[in-house]
């Protein structure tokens, strides 16, 4: 069964960094657009960042220009997502997710497979 499994979560002090890690089993994700998407409690979901299956387009809310960086690998079925300068309103769950792209600008709907998520919890 395919599986996502997130990791890299925690408790930071604000403006320090975290690296997020989604690996990818029971299937091979390497055609497959992926994405990281976050939801903080009483707040929708909301993207994060995504990127091709190739690698070569990523896609990156205004909002989060700057400070995330979303990366794959497709020999070790990985992606991850380097966060920088974080701050408290970063507070919530990331979620990694995987699709067969997107249109326009990636949204929930164009991703069918979802992980469990981590906690990223941001300190002031």
């Known amino acids: 069964q395919a599986q996502l499994v997130e990791s890299g979560g925690g408790l930071v002090q604000a403006g320090g960094s975290l690296r997020l890690s989604c690996a990818a089993s029971?299937?091979?994700?390497?055609?497959?657009?992926m994405g990281w998407f976050r939801q903080a409690p009483g707040k929708e979901r909301e993207l994060v960042a995504a990127?091709?299956?190739?690698?070569?387009?990523?896609y990156y809310p205004d909002s989060m220009k700057g400070r995330f960086t979303i990366s794959r690998d497709n020999d070790k079925n990985t992606v991850s997502l380097q966060m920088n300068s974080l701050k408290p309103e970063d507070t919530a769950v990331y979620y990694c997710?995987?699709?067969?792209?997107?249109?326009?600008?990636?949204?929930?709907?164009?991703?069918?497979?979802w992980g469990q998520g981590t906690q990223v919890t941001v300190s002031s």
């Open positions: 997710a995987a699709g067969r792209g997107w249109g326009a600008s990636p949204t929930a709907a164009d991703f069918g497979s």
């Open positions: 029971g299937r091979t994700f390497s055609r497959d657009a």
């Open positions: 990127i091709s299956w190739s690698g070569y387009s990523t």
